[in-house]
């Protein structure tokens, strides 16, 4: 009887212990925190990788491209453009990070719907929207909505793309002219008080905000081709990172932001995502036949 009461005892000892530490386990962290594009399987998909590019797993399989990937804050949702119709039109889609529970939020035919970005609290999706009227005049529209895809809503005042936030919840976007040169700016969420930041004869485009909302990464081919620049929030302190005879793409920022990830074509034409020190430093090449890098910025595990 002493037997069987000490193996209660100790079996119990044993069951609390185990619910203690599961309790008090320390969250792992995120085994997958780069997102990017690839036509690897013939169509564009999205796949997920660690920082170095080593494991990899795809999260989308259907046909026609799925691209240009933003993560939601908190590191658990993923929003995407999709193309329909035979690419005539293109939509904002959300998913989880394992591809399930995936969302079409935009609908609009032969408008081309994508660059979706995510507010500082996860509640809203900006995108941009391009189309060409009856007349054949393009249209560079700059949306928001909330994140389920309800209330979406033109920025009216705001005429360009590729639109990102700020940690304060101001948008950085590419302007549109007249003489087909694009311009960095930023403004007010509701399309107020625009600030040109950059002024070039030049196509300026795909601005990030780094994560302590002091400096902007973005793609320019102002010297020849697009090479990646960066400068502070303002505007002031431009820097070219790259020299590459062939076009640097679609930068985005490490979570510390003291790297940058972006794409590359090499010789062949083909794409890869390479990896780069905010000062231009260490160069690395880390995916192949892949572009559209998208690196989470939060260390919050899932």
Request: aromatic share 10%; net charge neutral; proline share 5%.
């Amino acid at each position: 009887m002493k037997y069987k009461k000490a193996i209660y005892f100790f079996s119990t000892f044993i069951c609390i212990q185990f619910i203690y530490s599961q309790n008090n386990k320390k969250s792992e962290p995120l085994p997958y925190t780069i997102a990017y594009s690839s036509k690897g399987s013939g169509d564009g998909e999205i796949y997920l990788t660690d920082e170095d590019g080593k494991s990899k797993i795809r999260i989308t399989d259907r046909p026609g491209n799925d691209g240009y990937v933003a993560w939601s804050p908190d590191g658990k949702r993923i929003a995407c453009y999709a193309y329909h119709d035979g690419g005539n039109t293109w939509s904002i889609h959300t998913m989880n990070i394992d591809g399930t529970n995936r969302k079409r939020l935009t609908h609009a035919k032969n408008k081309w719907d994508s660059a979706p970005a995510w507010s500082p609290d996860g509640k809203k999706i900006a995108f941009a929207r391009d189309y060409a009227d009856k007349k054949g005049v393009w249209h560079y529209e700059i949306w928001i909505m909330n994140s389920d895809g309800s209330r979406q809503t033109q920025i009216k005042p705001l005429n360009g793309g590729g639109p990102c936030f700020t940690p304060d919840g101001r948008i950085v976007f590419h302007s549109e002219h007249k003489d087909k040169s694009n311009e960095i700016s930023i403004a007010d969420v509701d399309g107020n008080n625009i600030i040109q930041l950059t002024n070039n004869e030049a196509k300026e485009l795909h601005p990030e905000v780094s994560p302590d909302g002091k400096q902007i990464v973005f793609m320019s081919d102002r010297d020849g081709n697009f090479e990646i620049y960066t400068m502070n929030i303002d505007g002031s302190n431009q820097k070219r990172l790259t020299h590459n005879d062939l076009d640097d793409w679609n930068p985005s920022w490490s979570p510390d932001g003291s790297q940058i990830l972006y794409s590359s074509q090499d010789q062949e034409r083909k794409a890869n995502i390479y990896k780069i020190n905010k000062d231009g430093s260490s160069v690395e090449k880390i995916i192949k036949n892949a572009s559209g890098p998208s690196w989470l910025k939060t260390s919050k595990s899932i």
